[in-house]
Each structure stands twice: as C-alpha cells, then as structure tokens.
C-alpha cells in the first residue's frame, strides 16, 4: 500500500521543499541595496497587485524580486501568438525549443523591469569592478531565472506547477497586508468595517459561484460506432462551463505589464509627454480606463486558454479516426464546428461570471476614488478557490492512477 502512494506522496515532498526554497529566496536581502518601505503598501497601484500575485518585491531587496512577472508575460504573448491562424500551417516545436524560445524574450523583459526598479533603489558604495546598478540588475535577472526554475521542477516533478508558487505569494501577502487592512478599517470607522464585511460576503460567494462554474459541465452526447452495447448510448464530451479556470485572471495580470512597461520606457524617452503621463496614470486597477483594459485581457485569454484546454481540431480529427461523433453532426469539418460553437458560449458564460464578479467591486471602488485593496478581495478569493480546485483535480489524477497502477 506504501508503494502505491509513493508518486503522489513524493510529488508533495517535492512541492513543499521547492516552497521552502522560494520562501528562502524571497526573504534573501541583496546586500547593496537598501531596502525601501512601500508608499501604498493597501493601494490599487499596478505594481502591489503584481507583488501580491507574482511576487514582485516593491522595496527592491529581495534577490527575488521581478517573481515570474517577466516570465509569465511573454507566455502567455506566446501562447496567443500561437493559437492565431489555422492549426495546420502553425509550426510545430519540441517542448525544449519552446522553452527556448520563451526564456530569451523573458530574460529580455527581465532586464529591462529590473533596470527600471534600480532606478528607485538606494545602493551602498561597494568595491567591485562593475556599477551597483548593472550588478543588481545582474541579481534581480538571475533571481527571476532561479524562480523559473522553481515553477518548471515544480510543474515537471512536483504538485500545482507554476500555480504553487502564486498561491504562495497570494497568501504570504496577503497575511503581511493584514495589519494595514485592519488600520485602515480603524481609521475609516464603521463605513469602512461594513465595506469589508460585505466584500468578505460577496468574495465567500465568488467562491462558490467558481466552484460551480469550475465543476459544472455542458455535456455533448456521442455517438461510439465501435462499441455495441449499453455503453455507447452514456458517451458525451464534457465541456466546463468556466473552461480556462482561474487562469485568465491570473495571466492577465502579468499581460498587463507589457502596455504598462511599454508606456513607461516611452515616458523615460519622452518625459514631457502629457499623452504618456496620462496613459500611465490610467494604466491601474483604481481607473476605469484600467479595469477595462483588464477585464477586455480576460476576456481574450477565456477563449485562448479554453482553444489550448479543448481543441476542437483535434478532438474532430480523433472522432473521426475512431469512427465516432457527435450525435446529430456528420464527423469531420461538421464536428469540428459544433464543438467550437459550444466551447465559445461555454467562453462568454465564464468570462461573463469573472467579468461581473471582478469588475463590479473594482469599479465600483474606481467610482468612489478608492484606492485601497479591499475592492480587489474577491478577485483574490476566485484566484485561490481557482487554484485550489486546479490542485485538487490534480491530486484526484495522481489517486485515481495510483488505484490503477496495479493493473498497468
């Protein structure tokens, strides 16, 4: 019995001493530099929603402090960039030439958010051959490679892959913001105590409602040509009704920063600019310009996650290799189509549920000029219940094929 749940047990392990590893990296101070409190440490600036999620440090001491911000970015400009088109003309790589291909850009974008950071941080005089800037801009690079690292060992040989490490981020943060939570509700008296209350409320129901959508399925019935018996009259194809997760959330958070690091490399050329200053004040989770450019990026990512989760393509060409279909289409061109019919409105259900259910406290916190986090709690809790129950059907694979193993 103990050798049936060594997979599943040695995943855990393995997870849990790549945490540590992180927690250890995050709390390592880069010895030049002098680390600097955080003006908003409760704002809806831009970049304390990226440390809450991604693990960017605001103060700059950490080794790691881009977190997989850069990384992050350019996967998922990849992953767009390679669903656009027909599936037969895209060119096919191997998973190591991919990872090439996404690191360059990465390390790129690394450099370049580093060498903005830098220009904010207080550095001791050190005797070195090299400038304090260019060796933290080295540190702060090579930081972001080392949690790359730890997101694709935890992704090849742990448990939760890349989302262990937001998941960590997420709730560490959110335990260190607590007590300017609590400061803040102190100071606004019982307005504010209520305003939390009722986003606390409304964040638990977000819960559910996404684990609802995340379970619940639209079933397409099919019709199995090589099996004659009972069996071929309960076959269907399970479509979720929230098909991406929580992922669109998560990945368009770090897709906002190409715009906004975009708007503030031109705003270092063109610093009298009024255009740039004024799109770089919008480019935030406070402004109404900046919610909608968020939620139009989940929007977008809903259907490009839910092509990569459910290719429709693909399922329509094993269809028809197996002499199977949908009941009531003729395989092939005709299959291929419905599919993509139901995985879309399965798309604008989800991305209508996380629209209202993120946009409506955020805009509503826009409205009255806010700027604290307490508008953002519910889109905190759907990213948690999302990674939660991602974790947890992991965890129901590795039991189900530990189960099976014996028969293998």
């Avoid at 680390?35 to 908003?40: A, G, V």
């Amino acid at each position: 019995m103990q050798q049936k749940g060594d997979l599943f047990f040695r995943k855990v392990r393995y997870s849990i001493m790549l945490g540590l590893l992180y927690l250890i990296g995050r709390g390592t101070p880069i010895p030049w530099v002098i680390p600097t409190e955080h003006k908003d440490l409760f704002s809806m600036e831009l970049s304390g929603m990226i440390e809450d999620m991604l693990g960017k440090d605001p103060s700059g001491g950490s080794v790691l402090a881009l977190g997989l911000g850069p990384y992050m970015s350019i996967m998922v400009f990849m992953r767009i960039f390679m669903s656009i088109g027909p599936k037969e003309k895209k060119p096919k790589f191997s998973r190591s030439v991919m990872r090439k291909i996404t690191l360059i850009p990465a390390f790129v974008v690394a450099a370049f958010q580093a060498l903005l950071e830098t220009r904010h941080m207080e550095m001791r005089d050190i005797s070195f051959f090299l400038s304090g800037q260019v060796l933290t801009v080295i540190t702060l690079v090579a930081g972001c490679a080392f949690t790359i690292f730890l997101a694709e060992a935890n992704t090849e040989k742990g448990f939760g892959g890349m989302s262990l490490i937001i998941m960590i981020n997420i709730l560490t943060n959110t335990r260190k913001n607590l007590v300017p939570i609590a400061l803040e509700l102190k100071e606004g008296g019982s307005q504010n105590i209520i305003v939390a209350f009722v986003l606390v409320v409304i964040g638990i129901g977000l819960m559910l409602i996404s684990a609802v959508f995340d379970y619940a399925e639209l079933r397409l019935k099919t019709f199995r040509v090589m099996i004659n018996n009972e069996l071929s009259e309960v076959g269907y194809l399970p479509i979720r009704l929230n098909p991406s997760g929580a992922m669109p959330i998560m990945f368009a958070m770090t897709f906002f920063l190409i715009p906004y690091y975009a708007i503030v490399g031109l705003g270092l050329l063109f610093p009298e600019n009024h255009v740039l200053k004024v799109m770089q004040a919008n480019m935030n989770l406070n402004c109404i310009p900046g919610i909608l450019l968020y939620l139009g990026m989940i929007l977008i990512l809903n259907f490009a996650f839910a092509s990569v989760f459910v290719d429709p393509v693909n399922i329509a060409k094993q269809f028809r290799e197996t002499g199977d279909c949908l009941v009531g289409y003729k395989p092939g061109k005709e299959t291929e189509k419905a599919i993509k019919k139901e995985l879309y409105f399965c798309c604008c259900i989800g991305a209508a549920m996380q629209g209202i259910c993120i946009g409506a406290p955020l805009i509503s916190g826009a409205l009255q000029n806010s700027t604290s986090k307490l508008y953002s709690i519910p889109m905190t809790m759907m990213i948690l219940t999302g990674i939660s129950l991602s974790m947890v059907r992991e965890a129901r694979v590795l039991i189900d094929f530990r189960d099976y193993k014996p028969f293998l």
